[in-house]
C-alpha cells in the first residue's frame, strides 16, 4: 500500500505571495491533519478534516486555510507568506482520526519564504 | 493547550549504551503515540499506548503510559547508530487533537 505523498517537497516563495500544498492519504483513509514544524516551535497541529470536513482546528491564523475533496486527497493554503511561515509542513493521514486511530505521516513540503 | 515536556532535549551516547526519554504533561491524555523523525522526512510511527501502566516492547525499545496517562517514557537497550533521530511523543486529548513533545534529539556514536 503507497504510503502518504505531499507534493511539492521544495517550495521558494516571496513574501506577501500565496501557497497551495498538497497531500495524499493511504488509500482508505478518510483523516487528513496538517502540521508545522519549525526549529524553535516544535511541530504543531494546523487542522484536521474528516470526509471532506474540518474537525479540529489549531491555533494559528485565518491566513492558514485548508479543503479536503471527496477522495481524500487534502490541500493547504497560506496567503500574505510572512517569513515566519517558513518551515516544513506535514501532513498525516489516519484510517478515522482520532486518539485511538494511527497517524502516518508524509515526507512534508519544505516551504521557504524570503 | 496541552504542554508535553520531554527530556533530554539531546542526548549524545556510545553504540551499546542504554538510555531513557521521558514525556511528561500535567494533562491527561487518551492515548500517546511515540514517533522517530529523521532529517527531511515525516516522522514514522514507533508505537501507541492507550492504557494507563501499559508497557509495549517493540525489540529494544520499551514504552511505558504513565497510571495516570500524564506522561510516558521510552528506553533503549544496546543503543545502535541506527536509533539516531528525534523522538517525539505526540498525546491525544479527547477531542482527539494531537499534541507533540518538544522533541529529543538522539545521536548514537559508532
Given at each position: 500500500?503507497?504510503?502518504?505523498?505531499?507534493?511539492?517537497?521544495?517550495?521558494?516563495?516571496?513574501?506577501g505571495?500565496?501557497?497551495?500544498?498538497?497531500?495524499?492519504?493511504?488509500?482508505?483513509?478518510?483523516?487528513?491533519?496538517?502540521?508545522?514544524?519549525?526549529?524553535?516551535?516544535?511541530?504543531?497541529?494546523l487542522?484536521?478534516?474528516?470526509?471532506?470536513?474540518?474537525?479540529?482546528?489549531?491555533?494559528?491564523?485565518?491566513?492558514?486555510?485548508?479543503?479536503?475533496?471527496?477522495?481524500?486527497?487534502?490541500?493547504?493554503?497560506?496567503?500574505?507568506?510572512?517569513?515566519?511561515?517558513?518551515?516544513l509542513?506535514?501532513?498525516?493521514?489516519?484510517?478515522?482520526?482520532?486518539?485511538?486511530y494511527?497517524?502516518?505521516?508524509?515526507?512534508?513540503?519544505?516551504?521557504?519564504?524570503? | 493547550?496541552?504542554?508535553?515536556?520531554?527530556?533530554?532535549?539531546?542526548?549524545?551516547?556510545?553504540?551499546?549504551?542504554?538510555?531513557?526519554?521521558?514525556?511528561?504533561?500535567?494533562?491527561?491524555?487518551?492515548?500517546?503515540?511515540?514517533?522517530?523523525?529523521?532529517?527531511?522526512?515525516?516522522?514514522?510511527?514507533?508505537?501507541?499506548?492507550?492504557?494507563?501502566?501499559?508497557?509495549?516492547?517493540?525489540?529494544?525499545?520499551?514504552?511505558?503510559f504513565?497510571?495516570?496517562?500524564?506522561?510516558?517514557?521510552?528506553?533503549?537497550?544496546?543503543?545502535?547508530?541506527?536509533?539516531?533521530?528525534?523522538?517525539?511523543?505526540?498525546?491525544?486529548?479527547?477531542?482527539?487533537?494531537?499534541?507533540?513533545?518538544?522533541?529529543?534529539?538522539?545521536?548514537?556514536?559508532?
Open positions: 500500500k503507497a504510503g502518504v505523498t505531499q507534493t511539492p517537497r521544495y517550495l521558494i516563495k516571496t513574501r505571495q500565496q501557497v497551495t500544498l498538497s497531500c495524499s492519504p493511504i488509500s482508505g483513509h478518510r483523516s487528513v491533519s496538517w502540521y508545522q514544524q519549525t526549529p524553535g516551535q516544535g511541530l504543531q497541529f487542522f484536521e478534516y474528516f470526509s471532506e470536513t474540518q474537525r479540529n482546528k489549531g491555533n494559528f491564523p485565518g491566513r492558514f486555510s485548508g479543503r479536503q475533496f471527496s477522495n481524500s486527497r487534502s490541500e493547504m493554503n497560506v496567503s500574505t507568506l510572512e517569513l515566519g511561515d517558513s518551515a509542513y506535514l501532513c498525516a493521514s489516519s484510517l478515522r482520526g482520532g486518539g485511538s494511527e497517524q502516518y505521516f508524509g515526507p512534508g513540503t519544505r516551504l521557504t519564504v524570503t | 493547550t496541552q504542554l508535553l515536556e520531554q527530556s533530554p532535549q539531546f542526548l549524545s551516547i556510545q553504540e551499546g549504551e542504554n538510555l531513557t526519554v521521558y514525556c511528561n504533561s500535567s494533562s491527561v491524555f487518551s492515548s500517546l503515540q511515540w514517533y522517530r523523525q529523521e532529517p527531511g522526512e515525516g516522522p514514522v510511527l514507533l508505537v501507541t499506548v492507550v492504557t494507563g501502566g501499559e508497557v509495549k516492547k517493540l525489540k529494544r525499545l520499551t514504552f511505558q504513565g497510571d495516570a496517562r500524564k506522561d510516558s517514557s521510552l528506553h533503549i537497550t544496546a543503543a545502535q547508530p541506527g536509533d539516531t533521530g528525534l523522538y517525539l511523543c505526540a498525546g491525544a486529548d479527547t477531542g482527539n487533537q494531537f499534541y507533540f513533545g518538544t522533541g529529543t534529539s538522539l545521536t548514537v556514536i559508532p
